[in-house]
């Protein structure tokens, strides 16, 4: 156990989420508050009901595509890179490689910086600026996939899977279940840089937020709503919420190849109860080793781990000299179980 502290942060682990009593905000807050800084789009950071909302232009733009402009009484846009002094609080936003628009927020103030940085992921994703490591004396990571057995392989790799299972089967069409917000999108990107140049037919829930990628200057080639006329060939492809899988609008596309993209896939009892016939191991968050990298590339004194299997990442950190506390926290979530 490593016995050096800093006195005093600038930041507080709160009931309402994590909290900079100097610049009175929060940073992604469980509840509606005057002043939060959003590290990210998903719902279980971005809320609605906040007074004043500071987050990138993309995630501002995530919020009012799922909200509506009124998410927030006032909005200020912080690009990736830039910097605001707010009550002599220094607040920048650094790329966390997650999705589009994600940020890690640096705190500085008293000579002391603090990182949070939401979601992250260290793999490339042609859909987001990659991560970028910033020292810091307390680093806040998520720890959704923090133990051994979480090795993500290469996402390319995983889309050209289930593209071999479609070519196996012609006459089939292949339905891959993934999150709508950033696995969606890397997904139709990595079919695209696997050679696969057909149709990419979209479930309702996406097509507004494939649109808004596309605004930010992503193109993904021919992508189609899905409408209730429509009837995708064999050979096609289908992207859908997870929870659409398996339900009655499904079975008008069969005969159907059902993959799941999620990093949950790596747990074999998870991808049967999902009853998938391809399971993609394609996460949007951290493996163990690149939680590990993380950890030595910040190079800071103490760790704080927001949620997620806090216990190895804990032991790990001890390992490495740097002090560790798991925050425990409450209501972030990894996105409605596969979503991650
Ligand atoms: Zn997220």
Redo the contacts with the bound molecule.
Sequence with gaps: MVERQIMEPILIPTEKGIYCPEGDFFIDPLRPVDRAVIT?G?AD?ARTGHGHVLATPETLAVMEARYGANHAKQVQALKLGGKVNHFGVTISMHSAG??LGSAQVAVAAKGQKIIAAG?YKRARDPTCPPFEPVACDIFITEATFALPVFRHPDALGEVKKALSRLALMPEATLMIGCYSLGKAQRITMLLRAAGYDGPVWLHGAMVKLMNLYEEFGLSFGDTRPLTRDETPGAGDIILCPPSAMHDRWSRRFEPLIRAMASGWMTVRARARQKQVNVAMVVS?HADWPELLQTLDDVAAGEVWITHGREDALVRACHMRGQLARPLRMVGYDD?GDVGS
């Design positions: 990210h998903h950071h997650h999705i979601d949007d996105h």
